[in-house]
């Protein structure tokens, strides 16, 4: 069975500090995906990355930067010289195919605040 | 904007009732999923349709159905409505395999 971990669930933060949102994923699958989405107090879920299980490269964007390690099943995301803008709720997601369908599993989700 | 359309934004409504949630798709994506989102289960799949077809189950009671049109948009009906039922529910649609869910912004339930 897949399962998402995301033991941090809540963080508050001053703004302009780094912060880090912890990720951990469960799967017997060797192909498969990882999501972050964010989702802002207005409510509607923001896809911001997938990354395929093959492509352990860390990736920026701008001040998102995302870590997966495949030998600690672990999918990292860190914002960089956060903004208040950054307030949400982070859901990490895993995705395999089973039976001609896509099976998308959420995490918990962490709930981030940054303060001014 | 996402591109997902779901109609009502807000629906209150009473025990016992029935509602039907409406979806739009991304132009293009075959694929529209259903999930449901409350305090204490997160986000949960309910169902997923392709084309029209049922592809996937999720944990979706028996008092809740849904269809995909041929036009593709999708509907989840909810009847005999308890208090429990009220959560926000989520379509989301897809293009096909791996592809990023893309969600609309949600139907808030809230039964009364």
């Known amino acids: 069975a897949q399962k998402v971990t995301q033991a941090q669930t809540e963080i508050s933060v001053v703004e302009k500090e780094d912060v880090t949102l912890d990720c951990v994923y469960e799967t017997r699958d060797t192909t498969y995906y990882l999501f972050w989405y964010k989702q802002p107090p207005s409510g509607e879920l923001v896809f911001l990355i997938r990354?395929?299980?093959?492509?352990?490269q860390n990736e920026i964007s701008g001040r998102y930067s995302w870590n997966f390690q495949k030998s600690t099943s672990s999918f990292n995301f860190t914002i960089t010289a956060s903004q208040v803008v950054d307030s949400a709720v982070y859901f990490c997601a895993l995705s395999v195919f089973s039976q001609g369908a896509q099976k998308l599993v959420f995490g918990q989700g962490t709930r981030l605040t940054i303060n001014p | 904007d996402s591109g997902v359309t779901q109609t009502p934004k807000h629906l209150i409504t009473a025990t016992g009732q029935r509602v039907t949630l409406r979806c739009s798709p991304r132009?293009?994506?075959?694929?529209v999923y259903w999930y449901q989102q409350s305090l204490d289960q997160g986000l949960q799949f309910l169902i997923q349709?392709?084309?029209?077809?049922?592809?996937a189950k999720g944990n979706i009671l028996e008092r809740f159905s849904a269809q995909q049109f041929p036009d593709l948009h999708s509907e989840l009906n909810l009847s005999s409505l308890e208090l429990g039922d009220s959560a926000l529910y989520f379509c989301a649609s897809s293009v096909e395999g791996f592809s990023p869910l893309h969600f609309g912004n949600g139907t808030r339930l809230t039964v009364t």
């Open positions: 990354r395929n299980s093959f492509d352990e």
């Open positions: 349709y392709y084309n029209g077809e049922e592809r």
């Open positions: 132009s293009g994506d075959l694929s």
